[in-house]
Each structure stands twice: as C-alpha cells, then as structure tokens.
C-alpha cells in the first residue's frame, strides 16, 4: 500500500480536530470505534488512546496531529481499520476525500497532476465491499473571469489567475459630527448573579405591550434587593433597541441635610432637556413637561428613573411616545402608576443556590464549599439580598482565617438581626454595615465616618484627602495625609462593597450605606471633628472652584484682598472640559456646601462659593439652583458686611430670575444692585445693573427705555475701558435696533461688536454677533454678504469652541430667508428643511415655524 501524503494528513488531521473541538454523540461515539480498532493493531495508537485517566483529549494540535500520523499508518496496515476509518470519514468528516467513487472526490476542475496514482492499492471488485481509506490531497476553488467577489474573502493555499484589486467609488465627505448620545446608566456590576427569571418577566412585560402605547415598567423591591442593579443590567443588554440615548436620575438623592430626596421633576426635567441638547429650558414644570414630550415624541429614547418615592413625583417625567421605554424602580410598589398603563415586577431575595454563589465570589469560596450549612445560614440571616449577602462576602475575604460559621453566628447576634430579618430587612443592612465597618483599617473607618457628615452626593480623590484629616489627638498634623493615602483609605472602602465607584476617581455612597456611615459620624465624630470635616470639605469647594472659574470665566474673578484664599489642595483641571465636567458631577454638593455655609453661619464662604460657582450657573443654567444660592448668598453677603459681596450677588442673582423670566423680581434686584453701586462708586457695578435692567426692558418689548439703558451702559463701561462689556452693550443696543426695525443703526451696532470681540479672543461672542450681523443685512437687501456671513457663523456653530445646535438652526433659518431673497426657493427649501430637523429636538415651535415656510414656500 502506498504512504499517504502530507495533503492526505492534513485532511484528517482536520476531521479529528473538528470532531474534538465539537463533538457531537454520533461522530464521537463512531471516531471511539475507529480508534479502538486502530490500537488493537498498531501499538503507536494504543500509547495515545485513550487519553491518561480516561478523560477526553487534550486541545493542543500536537495531540491530534500525532494521532492522526497514527492512525493513518494504521490505515495503510491494516485492512479492518482502513475500511472503518473510510466509512467515518463518509458519514462525518465532511468535505473530505475518501477515495475513488466517494462523493467527496468528485472535485470539478481538478488538475490530472494533482489525482493521486491508486494503481499501487486498487479498489476491490466487490460493489458493497468498504472503500479503504485514501483521502484526497487537495480541493479547488475555480472563479471564472467575470466574477466579482464582495466582502472579507479568505483564500487557502494556492491563487491562481490574474488578481485584480479595485477600490470602492469615492464617498463624499462625512457630515459634521453630531451631538454625542447620551448613555447616562450607571456601570454595571461585574458579580451579577442569576435573575434570569425576572430577565424573562422583564422581556415578556416589554413584548406584551400594544404597539401605540407608551410603556413604563417599575421594579419594586426591599431596600438592598438590587433594583437599581438589575434594572442598569436588564437595559445595557436592550442598549441596542435606544438609539437615541439612555438618560437616569436618581429621584432619592440626598438633600441639603443628609436625607434622602424625593428630588422634584421640574429639577430632574431640567436635567434631561439638557442632556438632550435644549439651548433654553422654561421656567414652570407644565412648560418643561411640554418641552419633554415634544422632544422626544419620535425618539428611541430608554429612561431610568431610580429610588422613586411617589407616582406623582414620577409621572412628570414619563415618555408619552410608543418608541421609548421609562423604567423606574422604587422600594414602594407604586400601584398608582397603573393609570398611565405601568407594568410590575417586584424583586425577591436571590435563590438560595445563587446567594451562596454570590457569597464566595469575593474570595472565600474554599471556606463556603466547605461549609455548605453554615454558608446556607448566612445567606438566610442576609435575607438573601445582594447587598447584604456581598457585604458579608467581602468580610470573608478581608478575615482570611474566619469560618463561615463564625460570620453566621456573628450576623446572628447583631442588633435585633433575626427580628428584622423576619420583617423587612432593615437591620439586616445594618447589622452587616456595622460588621464591614468593624474589619476597616484605622483610616478607612475614619475616613467613612467623615464622609458620612458630608451634604454631597459625590465624592472625587482630592475631596477625600482633605476631608481625612488626622485626628489630632494623635500627634500628627491635619492635612498630613496625601493623595496615595487617601487612595488606600478608599481602596478599602470599594472592597468592602461600602463605597461605589461611578467614575475615574470619583465615587458615591449606596442609598442605605450613606445613612449609616452618618450615624457612626454624628455618634464617634466629636463637636470639633465633624467641624473641622466639614470645613475641609467646603475649603476644598472653594479652591477648586477658584480653578474652575480661572479656566471658565477669568473676566469675573473678584479680587478680594481682605478674605484669605483656602488652603486646601483642589482637584486638579487642565482644560475648559474638565473644568466643566467637575462642576456638573459636583453641582448638588457644591450647592449642600452653599447650604451647609448658609446654616452654621459661614457667611464669607456662603457668598464667596455662590459666586465662585458663577460659571456652573452660565453654561448649564440650572434655574431652581441658581435662584436658591444667589437668594442665601445675598443674606450671607449682608449679614458678612461685605458690599462687594451684596453687589455681586443682586446683579447675578438678577441673572437667573431674568431667565426665569421673574422679569420684575429682577429688575428689582438690579436697581438694588445700582444703588449699592453708586454709593460706593463702582462703575462696572453700575453698568452691570443698567444694562441688566435695559436686558429686562427689551424682553417686555420696551424699546425705548431698553435703548436708554443700553446706552447709559455703554458710556459707563468706556469711562472704564471694559472692553468686554462694551461690546456686549452694543450688541444689545443691535437687537433694540432690530427689533424696532432700524436695520442701518442695528448694523453699525454690530459691526462694532463683532470686531471689538473678536479683538479680545472672545470667538464664540462675536461668532453670535456675525449670525446676527447677517441677519440685520439680509433684512436690509443686502443678500450676497448676508448669505456669506452666516455661511462663515455656520461652520463655526457646527464645531470648534462655538459650537451651538441651536444657533446652527438659527442660522440655517436667515440662510433660507437670503436665499428666498436671491431667489432660489431650492435652496430656501433645504434651508428651511435641515434647520426644522434641528428645532424639532430643541424648539417645537420653532421647528412648527419652518414647516409653515415650507408651506408658503410650495404654494408661490
């Protein structure tokens, strides 16, 4: 019989690896046979079959190339084994040659030079007698000339023929990027274990519901059941059915005090149109709400709506279009939700079998295999809530050398743990709290305590290395303790499943974690201590704040010789974005910072902070906030003594009641704000007061004592050199003159503006000014300038420093209106078309006013 060839091997080495790799009953079962009787005649097989302690093959080719050598000797020796091995190969090494008159040889196309000679081993005569085994050495592919192949193709062995490449037709170049999706859900958990039947209730809810309807489900559950977990789990994994963004807000956050929410809708509506790219958000909750449903009426939008306390908190916030989903989970059931059309899923405790799993994920798996009785104890005394079941994990893998049975008798004898266990599981939290506390290091159980006293929801590095200060009964100076020290206090924190992280370096409390490391600070934190805490903490706000207006708004530092700057180090920011980025994480606890000031009577940093977080209230206008801090700055500031602090915070206190559109309470403010001023003969004071109230005058559609105002700004603002402010001033005496219709006067107002912003860097300023520039123009019949000034605003608006939705649209709208001027209504209409998708988003009405150009458009 002749050598099988190396293309021969190959063949089979390939059928014995996808029989190993995936072995399916019948093939593995025939393959057992084969080799059985392949090891009875050759004892090269007999060494390799079966496997050492009878288990299955290894996986490394090694083992089944050498097989397959063994095997295929065999073949050539004995006659038995070469029949049984062909027939294998017919029945289920697929694609393989077994020799003349097999299927598997009729391969088209096939050179004569590559048909192995058989003269040496022919085919028996009988029609029924097995074909010995003689794979073919190699298979073929034939393309003819005309054939075209798309897609990733993989060729083995030989190409043959003439190979041409060609290049796919030019594509045009890719649209500006557009606004980033916001993905808001908190990480998910890598120890997530089983809830697969509460998965299934959850897609069955989802499919169930009618195709007009919008749908809201809501997880109940216990404190510490998971809900928040399951339900971040559930929605990642239909991430890909919510194109258009997956918002959250937690609806129990912590208020100015410590304690928990409910956080109001017109705060969380707010938030949402935000994130959603609103460049202006209304004042009433009816009008947000209005806001809310218009944009997202056709989008795929998911919505988590976390730690809810009523349905009337939380019906605000629902979506009204059959496209979205609004999950909201809650500790009550929340049945009123069954008017809007709620479905209901109430979370149980784990199984029994998956809380023991979740038990020894952290590290003490051996101790709970060992102790199956004792692991069941502790799961039961737990409640079988993940929360506390984890926390009792972690114990585990922080007391290497503790039984498990010695946690359950200690979980047992906590305080009051087996009555409560029998009734909500209130104290099962607390009992397994106060047993992660027991195990810290010295500085992590410090450090715990303090940040228990804090009024903020987040918490970042250089925040926890002031506020862990040493305690100076020790000997060791405050503030000794560094970034890295820091970092290990909170390292252990994470373990031991008591802080969570939410960011790099920034980290919050859970909802039932947070009370309990305040009540250990205000009963172990002595009089002295919790203030020197909080202090660092509002030190901390302060420095950096100062950092964050430096980057932000330089122009409004206020110098302030007699108040010493805080000591404290602040987080480090580089850049615009960042600076950005810390104040929205922080808001809510710069704003308790704000509170907690106002309460002990801190009145110099109430009032400074207020107005250090000057930049939080201008580029995310968070109204309600900006209202309250300015209302207790101002106090603070008067019962300080400080008239610089008075001033600053009537004028930009006025700031955020105009936007509120409070115009009188504003103007109120203002003329306040210009008395005080010209007491102390504060010229910029006084020109930030008049041209306020000039703003309040123009937006109440007086124009002539807007006009007045504006001027008597200006003036003041040159008598200073505020170059800033005076082109700001002539801006706004533009708009006067546009809106009374003076378009000559309106143009030289802000030609004048352009430039003197332009000059001072001011790039997105005088990119607004150009907008507007083009506008007065186009009005005015001079349309082919028109149309290149805001062709040049336009770019700027779709990316870079100035970039705005909003004046993008804007913009769009006066390029259809020139356009309609030069007469191209073509080129008016995809004006008018690309600026209507933008304002559907972010201006309904807006977007309903371009429909009505079209309309007009098609019927000239």
Known sequence: MRASSSGERDALLSALVACGADPEPPAWHGLVRVVGTAALADPAVARLWPPQGGRRPPPEASYWRELAQALGGAALRDPTTSSLLAEWLRSYGAGVSTGPGSDAALVPDQPDDLVPDQSDDPVPDQPDAPVPYAPHPATGNTISGDAVLHGPSIQARDVHGGIHFHPSPAQPPPPPPAMPVPRQLPPVTPRFVDREADRTALDALRDQRPAHAPQVLVISGLAGVGKTTFATHWLSAHEGGFPDGMLYADLGAPGADGASGPVSPATVLEAFLIALGAPAVPAGVAQRNALWRSMTSNLRLAVLLDNAFTAAQVRPLLLSAPTGLTVVTSRSHLTGLQVDGAAFRRLEGLPAESAVALLAAAGGGTRVAREPAAAREVVRLCGRLPLAVALASAQLAVRPHRTVSALAELLSRGRGAIDALRVDGEAVMRTALDMSYDVLPGRSAALYRRMGLLPTDRHDLSMLACVAAVDPRSGAAAGEEDDDEADHAVHALVEANLLEETGPSTYRFHDLVRPHARRLGEELEDREQRERALRHFVDWCLSTAVVAEGILTPSHHLPLP???????????????????????????????????????????????????????????????????????????????????????????????????????????????????????????????????????????????????????????????????????????????????????????????????????????????????????????????????????????????????????????????RAAESRGDPAEAARCYEDARDLFQRLHPADAERMEDRLRELRQA
């Open 562 to 816: 007699d108040v010493p700057e805080p000591d404290a180090p602040p987080t480090p920011l580089d850049d615009a974005t960042e600076a950005l980025a810390w104040l929205d994480t922080h808001r809510n606890g710069l704003m308790g910072a704000v509170r907690h000031c106002a309460e002990s009577g801190w009145h110099t940093s109430c009032w400074r902070l207020t107005d250090l977080l000057w930049p939080l209230f201008l580029r995310f206008r968070p109204s309600d906030l900006w209202i309250e801090a300015h209302r207790l700055g101002l106090e603070a500031a008067r019962r300080s003594g400080s008239r610089p602090g008075i001033g600053r915070m009537l004028t930009s206190g006025a700031i955020g009641l105009r936007n509120a559109a409070r115009y009188e309470e504003a103007a109120v403010w203002y003329r306040e704000a210009l008395e005080l001023a010209v007491e102390d003969g504060n010229v910029r004071q006084q020109a930030q007061a008049v041209n306020g109230l000039g703003h309040v005058e123009l937006l109440a559609d007086r124009l002539d004592a807007a006009r007045e105002h504006f001027e008597h700004a200006l003036r003041l603002r040159e008598s200073i050199g505020y170059g800033r402010g005076v082109a700001l001033s002539r801006r706004r005496l533009g708009q006067t003159a546009l809106a009374a219709g003076d378009l000559e006067a309106a143009a030289v107002h802000l030609r004048l503006a352009e430039a003197e912003l332009a000059a001072l860097g001011e790039s997105y300023e005088a990119n607004r000014v150009r907008a507007l520039l083009g506008h007065v123009l186009d009005r005015a019949g001079d349309a082919e300038v028109a149309t290149r000034l805001l062709l040049e605003a336009l770019a700027r608006f779709r990316a870079g420093d100035s970039r705005s939705e909003h004046w993008e649209a804007r913009c769009l709208e006066w390029l259809g």
